[in-house]
């Protein structure tokens, strides 16, 4: 059983460690605001991503499918980190004769996973490419008829052309 005065010295070391890293953090933010250069000039304030100088509009959107497909990524690998710590303790549960709970924990765990799983399968949030739905560049794709086209020369009766 703890004493009081050690919960006391172990709150006290929380205490200093947290005012420390307030400290740590501002005086590094103030060395950097004394020490960086104030020089501002148009290239300086241009937009860039990775290096590269922005070609076209930086207002585009975005297909929806970027964010669901990385939202399911992060819940399956959060999910899988705590498996590990669930199957490194299965041992010890077994060994004190309660293995059959501890495992039925982790299949109860696995199944709530695998539900997951069918539900987004199920409602196309894993398919890049969905059926019935027209991608934006398949919307800029036009049929032309061979009439239109005779400039050409073409031989067959239809012909598609991208449309910027």
Not at 105 to 116: D, Q, R, Y
């Amino acid at each position: 059983m703890a004493t009081f005065q050690n919960s006391t010295f172990s709150w006290l070391a929380v205490a200093i460690f947290f005012v420390a890293t307030l400290a740590f953090v501002y005086i590094t933010l103030a060395i950097g605001a004394l020490l960086r250069p104030r020089r501002v000039s148009p290239e300086k304030i241009k937009i860039y991503e990775c290096g590269e100088p922005t070609i076209g509009s930086v207002w585009i959107r975005y297909n929806i499918r970027f964010y669901t497909v990385a939202l399911v990524f992060l819940v399956f690998d959060v999910e899988t980190v705590f498996l590990f710590p669930i199957a490194r303790v299965l041992r010890w549960f077994a060994e004190n004769s309660a293995g059959w709970i501890a495992f039925a924990e982790l299949l109860g765990f696995v199944l709530v996973l695998l539900v997951a799983l069918v539900y987004a399968w199920r409602f196309g949030n894993l398919d890049w490419l969905r059926s019935g739905v027209v991608d934006a560049t398949e919307k800029s794709r036009v049929v032309v008829p061979q009439e239109l086209d005779a400039a050409k020369g073409s031989n067959s009766t239809a012909q598609q052309v991208s449309v910027a």
